[in-house]
C-alpha cells in the first residue's frame, strides 16, 4: 500500500500564490503518474494537473494552464503543484493522486487526505 500526504494549502487572497506538496510513502510500479484533482463545495471532483514520473512530462486542465506548474522530486518521492495568480473560483479542497496510467482518463490507484485552498476576493 502506498500513502499519500498532502501539505501547503491555506488561505490566500485573490492574485496570490500557493504551493501544495504531496510525498509517497514509497515508490511502486504501480506508480507511473501523479498530480490533483480538486473539489470545491457542491461540485464533482476535477481533475487539476498531472506528471508522469519517468518523463518529466506534464498535462493540466484548461482552467489552469498558465498559473499553476506541476513538477516533481524523484529522489524523495514528491509531486509539487505551484499555484499562481489565484483566483476565487481556485477555492477547494485538493487531493494529490497516483497511479499507474493517466488519472485524467482512469481512476487513480491512490488518494491523499486532501488540503484546503481557499481563495478570497
Known amino acids: 500500500q502506498v500513502q499519500l500526504v498532502e501539505s501547503g494549502g491555506g488561505l490566500v487572497q485573490a492574485g496570490g500564490s500557493l504551493r501544495l506538496s504531496c510525498a509517497a510513502s514509497r515508490r511502486t510500479f504501480s506508480i507511473r503518474i501523479m498530480g490533483w484533482f480538486r473539489q470545491a463545495p457542491g461540485k464533482e471532483r476535477e481533475f487539476v494537473a498531472g506528471i508522469w514520473w519517468s518523463r518529466d512530462n506534464s498535462y493540466y486542465t484548461d482552467s489552469v494552464k498558465g498559473r499553476f506548474t506541476i513538477s516533481m522530486d524523484s529522489a524523495k518521492n514528491t509531486v509539487s503543484l505551484q499555484m499562481n495568480s489565484l483566483k476565487p473560483e481556485d477555492t477547494a479542497v485538493y487531493y494529490c493522486?497516483?497511479?499507474?496510467?493517466?488519472?485524467?482518463?482512469?481512476?487513480?490507484?491512490?488518494w491523499g487526505q486532501g488540503t484546503q485552498v481557499t481563495v478570497s476576493s
Open positions: 493522486a497516483a497511479g499507474p496510467a493517466p488519472i485524467h482518463q482512469s481512476p487513480p490507484s491512490y
